[in-house]
Each structure stands twice: as C-alpha cells, then as structure tokens.
C-alpha cells in the first residue's frame, strides 16, 4: 500500500477516528543538499571577489597618480622659488616619471607650479592635476 505521495509508507499507524490509516512518509533524502549549499555559497563569495578585485586596483591607481602630481608640483614649486636649483618643470617630469606617470603639462606662475599627470591601468587613463606654491595672503 503506498501513501499519500505515493511512495511506500515507512510506518503504519492506527487507524484514525474516520477509519483511514494514516501513514507516516519520509520525504525524499537530503543527503548532500549541505554540499550543495556550499558550493553556492563559495561561487557567490568568488563572484563577488572577481567583480570587486579591479573596482579596488582603479582606486589604488588613481591614488598612485594623485601622489604622482603632487610630488611633481612641490618639485616644480621648489625649483621655481628658488629653493632648489634647475628647471621647474624638469622636475617635475623627473618626480612624475620615478612614480611611474606620465607628466602632461607643467605651468609655472611665479613660485607657483601647476602640473598635470597621467598614467593608464587596463586601457584606462587616469589623470590629476596638482598645484604648490607658497600660500596666498593671511
């Protein structure tokens, strides 16, 4: 005899009071369903991570070109004041290049440099731009 599911009853029980027997029926087997968990879990966390990996490079890049245009402007800035001796924007193009950027344009306005800089990560491009010079009035 076979239960309401249709699968073979594990146990019979007693007769109810509309005199039907009821029957206990073990639902399919879970064995394996943690596994199965798992490895949905661990593809999700795998997912997440290679979605997120470069979304972290660009910011470390973009921070590494921002440090880039400000070494350059203070070189440029020094060297424009008189600080330290040269041409201004050489020293920047030397400050940009030994960070591993590229220096776009070099303006200098009496002791005041400003200076552009790019570098490019995964056929992107990113720039900053810097300004140094002594402060402007109280």
Request: hydrophobic fraction near 50%; charge should be positive.
């Amino acid at each position: 005899m076979r239960g309401p599911s249709g699968a073979r009853p594990s146990h019979a029980t007693r007769p109810s009071a509309t005199g039907r027997r009821r029957y206990r029926v073990r639902v399919g087997e879970e064995r394996g369903s943690g596994s199965i968990l798992a490895v949905a879990v661990l593809a999700a966390v795998m997912a997440l991570t290679v979605l997120t990996i470069p979304v972290l490079a660009v910011l470390v890049v973009t921070q590494t070109i921002a440090n880039a245009a400000d070494a350059a402007a203070l070189a440029a800035a020094d060297v424009a004041s008189g600080v330290v001796p040269g041409v201004a924007c050489a020293a920047a193009g030397q400050a940009t290049a030994l960070n591993g950027a590229t220096l776009e344009s070099c303006e200098i306005s009496g002791a005041v440099a400003e200076v552009e800089v790019s570098g490019s990560w995964l056929d992107m491009t990113v720039r900053a731009r810097a300004r140094a010079g002594p402060p402007v009035g109280p």
